[in-house]
Nanobody
């Protein structure tokens, strides 16, 4: 069964940093484009960043100066490093995979930016 499991969420102070991780089953991770989306309270789910199997990266414009996405192919894991966080980054973050025209989603993990 294909699975995505997020970790690393929680409370962070404004200006702080946080790294999210997503572990995927091996059969899913290999050859999949991986990414992160987020959904703030009362808003739609939006793209944050994606990375292809070959390492091509795309960032949503408003966050691209503050986030880094990278994948560890040996550990079937994709990470999202977030810097200089603001309360507007508060959201449920979802790990995403796209492979062979199918979408896969993690259950989501809450990130709260607050003092």
């Amino acid at each position: 069964q294909e699975q995505l499991e997020e970790s690393g969420g929680g409370l962070v102070e404004p200006g702080g940093s946080l790294r999210l991780s997503c572990a995927a089953s091996g059969s899913l991770f290999s050859g999949a484009t991986m990414g992160w989306f987020r959904q703030a309270p009362g808003k739609q789910r939006d793209l944050v960043a994606t990375i292809t199997p070959g390492g091509t990266i795309e960032y949503e414009g408003s966050v691209k100066e503050r986030v880094i996405i990278f994948r560890d192919n040996a550990k079937n894991t994709v990470h999202l490093q977030m810097l200089k966080m603001t309360p507007e980054d508060t959201a449920v973050y979802y790990c995403w995979a796209w492979k062979l025209t199918a979408n896969y989603w993690g259950q989501g993990i809450l990130v709260t930016v607050s003092s």
